[in-house]
């Protein structure tokens, strides 16, 4: 797929010495979200590293769904996610698994641990719980319920499962140690009572696992090789270590990588979720939000994502990669591939007086000078066109190239034209501009020589379609959104300015047949794609990106 073969980071590197410790080694990893919400940008790195692996080591990577939670998951999610893999390019093939479908083995694997005298039923509340917990710097104190017998604790559990009891009553623990200086040590919950219907098992089940029971088992179960995590899990691993022990199954082995932090979003699906929930966005895959969904609707590709991932590498230390890198990679995708056309945002009209009144013309515009194939197309000019608006100043500034009173330049791919009027309603707000047309210089090029400092882009008033166009900001007005000051919250930090829609766009008439998911580049605007919002009347494009690279400007400053 991409050059990842010779790619080499600190977890290829275990893999490779792995490898030549054991010629046979089984490579098989597994990307596992909890489908509570729609997939980002860190997913899609952790989704190239662990797909990634199973291409370069020839070897295997499993969907599983983190499904543990009854409260938060639903299948929407599950969908969103499965689609959401396959366009960024990754196959699981037919493993697509559940931790739900384990709920009866991780069952059986508690009473194992209760026979051992390693788990029990414990009946404080989950306030008692934690306040025995104890702290960092102090020791936890023992629940009155840890010496329940073997057999208490198995009639105790047996009737959580059938429903005896209500929400929150009673846990199964590990009994581990409750002085650990690692308080995931601390005698962890396994199972807690929860009488909520489950997006698969529906009511089959009343208790449920908690992640930290789970997650480990669940990979021991499909004989995952190596577990790739984020750091946060790192203090997590004794327990996994511990669980995997005492019940004598396959060990996976697990590291833990840093997580992908971007400036000016915020990553966290709850966060996410309330944006939507909020209406602070549209939805889920509205392209101002980090998600793969939003991101697609915005016109990235998912070869540009997967190079993105490729490029900031996984490392063991966190840090915040630029949002502005990840534009400019966008960036060097879409000027490869996007169509050239011409389009204006905010019309001014311009009536070119001595252009034949009946007039048409096409003239030969080229669709991508980054790829000689890509051809040529017509373009129709009249008498009548539309320019951008901020190309003309009545008084421009000395730095001011573009058209003015008495100033020449040039429309692309047409003609030279001089300002010789400006149409004025009674307020003084210009309506349209006089202009004459210097016929010999047609395609762009004066015979005798002479020079324009300015290119505009323009279309024909009689030929060209009505589109509306989204111009999209950063979602979040400061570089960490979540750097607040008293009692603000991220949400305060929200751009207010990050969506502008202008609905009297005009395009050159090569658009109608524009589709959802198009993109082009609308010459000196920036990329547009076109949103599944377009219906026959109307063709709706998002900006995806402008054409100004900051990323280049950063470099070049460092
Ligand atoms: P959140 O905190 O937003 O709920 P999560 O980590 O709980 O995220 P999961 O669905 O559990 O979300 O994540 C699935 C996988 O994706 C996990 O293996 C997790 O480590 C990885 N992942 C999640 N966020 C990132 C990120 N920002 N960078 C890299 N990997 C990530
Ligand atoms: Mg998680």
Redesign the pocket.
């Known amino acids: 797929m991409d050059d990842i073969k010779e790619k080499t980071d600190f977890i290829r590197d275990i893999i490779r010495q792995d490898l030549q410790e054991d010629h046979g080694k089984k490579i098989h990893t597994r990307?596992?979200?909890?489908p509570?919400?729609y997939l980002?940008i860190?997913?899609a790195?952790?989704i190239c590293l662990n797909f990634g692996l199973a291409q370069d080591f020839n070897g295997k990577c499993n969907l599983r769904f983190?499904d543990t939670n009854p409260t938060k998951e639903e299948s929407e999610y599950v969908d969103s996610i499965k689609t959401d893999i396959c366009w960024l390019g990754f196959d699981w093939g037919q493993r697509e698994y559940y931790a739900s479908d384990y709920f009866e083995k991780l069952y059986e694997f508690a009473v194992l641990l209760i026979k051992k005298g390693k788990a029990y039923v414990c009946d404080l509340s989950a306030e008692e719980i934690r306040q025995y917990r104890g702290t960092l710097t102090t020791p936890g104190k023992e629940s009155p319920f840890r010496n329940r017998s073997a057999e208490e604790n198995l009639r105790l559990f047996k009737e959580m499962r059938d429903g005896k009891y209500p929400d929150g009553s009673k846990v199964l623990r590990a009994k581990i140690d409750m002085s650990s200086p690692n308080i995931n040590m601390r005698d962890p919950v396994m199972y807690r009572i929860l009488n909520k219907s489950h997006h698969r098992t529906g009511n089959k089940w009343c208790i449920y696992p908690t992640y930290d029971w789970t997650h480990g088992q669940s990979d021991s179960i499909e004989n995952i090789t190596y577990s790739?995590?984020?750091l946060e899990?790192e203090d997590h691993r004794p327990l996994y270590d511990w669980f995997i022990e005492q019940l004598g199954i396959h060990h996976p082995r697990q590291i833990e990588?840093a997580?992908?932090?971007l400036t000016y979003t915020v990553?966290?699906?709850?966060m996410?979720l309330e944006l939507v929930e909020k209406n602070y966005v549209s939805s889920w895959d509205d392209p101002r939000m980090p998600t793969i969904s939003g991101m697609r609707r915005r016109g990235y590709s998912p070869e540009a994502i997967r190079n993105f991932c490729s490029q900031i590498g996984v490392a063991k230390a966190d840090s915040t990669v630029d949002m502005a890198f990840l534009e400019h990679i966008i960036r060097e995708d879409l000027n490869k591939k996007a169509m050239r056309v011409m389009g204006v945002l905010n019309p001014l009209k311009i009536i070119i007086d001595n252009y034949p009144e009946d007039q048409e013309e096409e003239l030969t515009a080229i669709n991508n000078p980054e790829d000689p194939d890509a051809g040529t197309r017509k373009i129709p000019f009249s008498k009548i066109i539309y320019i951008e608006k901020d190309d003309f100043m009545e008084n421009p500034p000395s730095k001011f190239f573009r058209l003015s009173p008495g100033r020449e330049v040039r429309l692309r791919y047409a003609y030279f034209i001089k300002c010789i009027d400006i149409i004025k309603d009674k307020d003084g707000t210009i309506l349209e501009l006089h202009c004459t047309y210097d016929p010999s210089t047609k395609g762009g090029d004066a015979p005798d020589g002479r020079k324009v400092k300015a290119t505009l882009h323009w279309v024909s008033a009689g030929h060209c379609i009505q589109a509306e166009a989204r111009l999209y900001d950063k979602l979040f007005i400061k570089e960490n959104p979540l750097k607040t000051d008293g009692d603000c919250n991220f949400k305060d930090n929200l751009n207010p300015d990050s969506l502008r829609i202008i609905d009297s766009c005009k395009i050159e008439p090569s658009l109608s047949s524009a589709k959802p998911g198009n993109i082009y580049q609308f010459e000196r605007l920036g990329y547009f794609c076109v949103d599944p919002d377009t219906t026959n009347d109307k063709i709706v494009f998002n900006r995806t990106a402008t054409l100004k690279d900051e990323w280049a400007k950063i470099k070049t400053s460092i």
């Open positions: 990307f596992p979200p909890e509570n919400g980002h860190g997913h790195k952790s983190d790739i995590c984020t899990f990588f997580r992908l932090n990553m966290s699906k709850r996410l």
